[in-house]
């Protein structure tokens, strides 16, 4: 097989797959996060106060903002809805998180980083509710963006 046949083969695979994949994965990571905050609440405040130390924000109304943020944004992007929207907090946290928390975590702020950034300027792809009710609104309205 000529790097060619191989380049056009691997071209087939729908970008909407790997849009699926990349909600899928990074929503993940943030709602075990967000698991763990709810069912070690104690302690989550500890680390907050202690060990994170965001500059600013209260530590329990950080802790708070960040358990919330964790069990309700991954589930938009699961869903593919109002994903575009879902996405910036998330990058927040991962700016706040490389910047104040965890300076030497970069790699895996950029690989979360990076597939936040494609579902933010490539939208969640047709395996999505934002695709359906995009057709809906085009199919009543008869206005295509």
């Avoid at 575009?84 to 970069?106: D, E, G």
């Amino acid at each position: 097989m000529s790097n060619e046949t191989l380049r056009r083969w691997l071209c087939r695979l729908p970008l909407s797959i790997i849009q699926l994949a990349g909600r899928i994965g990074v929503g993940s990571v943030f709602f075990k996060a967000g698991l763990l905050k709810f069912n070690s609440w104690e302690f989550t405040v500890l680390l907050f106060r202690d060990e994170y130390k965001v500059p600013v924000i209260d530590p329990v109304v950080a802790a708070r903002v960040a358990m919330v943020e964790e069990l309700t944004l991954p589930i938009l992007l699961f869903l593919g809805f109002c994903t575009r929207i879902a996405t910036l907090p998330l990058l927040a946290t991962i700016l706040v998180i490389q910047t104040f928390v965890y300076p030497n975590a970069y790699a895996d702020h950029l690989v979360w980083g990076s597939i936040l950034l494609l579902l933010l300027t490539r939208g969640p792809g047709v395996l999505s509710l934002d695709h359906l009710v995009e057709r809906a609104f085009v199919s009543r309205t008869g206005i295509e963006r």
